[in-house]
Structure formats: C-alpha cells, structure tokens
C-alpha cells in the first residue's frame, strides 16, 4: 500500500519562501526602529523650542572673533542684561567698563596671563564690584556676568569670562590700566565679538551629580 503521495518537495520554492521571510523580518526590525525613533523625534524638544533653553544649552566660550566691531546697540543690550541680574537684598553692587580702543584691549591682553584673545576682540566688557556695597560683591556680580555671557550667545555674539578676581596681580594689572577708583575691584574681563568659528557647546551634564531629597 501506498501511503498519501507526498507533495514533491521543490527546493527552489522553499529558498524563495526563505528569502521573503528574511526581507519581511528585516522590514519589521526597520519599521519597528522607524516608528521608535519616530515617536521620539517628533516630540518637541523644549531646548529646541525654547529660545532661552535653547541660548543657555548653546553657549560657550568663544576666543577666535571676525575682525568686526560689535554694534553699540549690542553692547548697550548685554549690559541691559547684565544690569537685570539678581542681587543679594537688590543692592545691584557691579559697575561696567566698556573697552573698545585697541591700545587698551592689547594692554589688558599683555597683563592678564588668561586673556590673550583680547588682542581679537574688537571689545570687552570688564565687570567690577563695590564691596562697600555688598560684601558678596562677586556673587552678584557673577550673576551680571553670566547675563552678558547668555546675552552675547543670544545676540550671534561670542564671549568668554576670563578671571581678574581673586588674583591681586591680575586685579591691579586691570585697576591700573583702566583707571578703576579705590574701592572697586574688577571681577571678570569678557572679551566680546563675532565668532571667528563654528564650536559645540561642551556636554557637561551629569545625572551622577543631582541627589534627590537628600545625598
Ligand atoms: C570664574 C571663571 C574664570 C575663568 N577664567 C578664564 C580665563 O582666565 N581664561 C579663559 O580663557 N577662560 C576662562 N574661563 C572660561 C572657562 O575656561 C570655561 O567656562 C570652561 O572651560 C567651560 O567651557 P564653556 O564656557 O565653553 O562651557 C573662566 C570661567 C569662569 C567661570
């Protein structure tokens, strides 16, 4: 007796069969990635889409500048923003140079040891506190400076915070050459001006850093 015929095998259909397997399993992996991503990418971003979010993630220090002067109605904006910081008991204890003369900016650049991008900048903004005013000058004062850091960011400008507070060499150095009355001590020196080139913002965030509740 004969047993029911078996279906004759056809090797050539069973590779095909094989082959369009494989293609259906890899378009799935795709799709299922695609619509993954899809799902995360569509979502709104807020450092995208915010543009204070946005001018904070994107900043960084700048020290190469175009030879191209910053308009005056720029600098009056970043020492807007810097005037708008928080102040302990709003005592506001910061004053501003604004050097924009080669012959000052190069000999800032000579002084201070941390500054040689002075000798780019078409512009600088010193920041300087009044410790009669507040004893925490430098706090505020930091927050004044940010602000113009932010601002210049925002602007299409860059900048960069380069140290005169604490060192006594480098504060007199700016005292001097600026002519700074007794009694106000110059915080920061911000070199301002176009970017000379593209950079990325360094990534500096750090989950191992944040303690929720307690440490
Ligand atoms: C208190 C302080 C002092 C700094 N002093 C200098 C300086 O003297 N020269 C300089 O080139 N950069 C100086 N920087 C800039 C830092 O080097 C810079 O912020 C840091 O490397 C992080 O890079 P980023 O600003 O691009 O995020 C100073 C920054 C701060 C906050």
Redesign the pocket.
């Known amino acids: 007796m004969h047993g029911p015929r078996k279906a004759a095998k056809n090797p050539n259909s069973d590779r095909t069969m094989k082959g369009s397997l494989k293609i259906w399993s890899a378009a799935l992996v795709v799709a299922g990635c695609l619509s993954a991503c899809g799902a995360d990418c569509n979502k709104e971003r807020p450092e995208q889409t915010n543009p204070t979010l946005k001018t904070i993630f994107d ?3 700048v ?1 190469d500048y175009l030879r191209r002067p910053v308009e005056a109605e720029k600098i009056d904006l970043l020492l807007r923003a810097a005037m708008s910081a928080p102040s302990g008991r709003d005592r506001r204890p910061w004053e501003f140079v604004v050097v924009t003369e080669r012959p000052a900016l190069d000999s800032l650049a000579a002084a ?1 040891p ?2 040689k ?1 002075l000798t780019a900048a078409p512009c600088a903004i010193v920041v300087c506190g009044t410790p009669e005013r507040q004893s925490y000058w430098y706090l505020d004062c ?1 927050a004044a400076a940010q602000n113009v850091l932010l601002a210049a960011q925002s602007l299409g400008l860059g900048a ?4 005169a507070y604490p060192y006594e060499e480098r504060m007199s150095a700016v005292r001097s050459r600026l002519g700074l009355p007794d009694g106000i001590l110059p915080l ?1 020196v911000i070199p301002v001006g176009y970017p000379a080139s593209d950079g990325s ?2 990534q ?1 965030y750090d989950p191992a850093r944040i303690h929720y509740g307690s440490w």
């Open positions: 900043r960084r220090s020290r201070l941390f500054a991008m930091s960069v915070w380069t140290a920061c913002p360094k500096k």
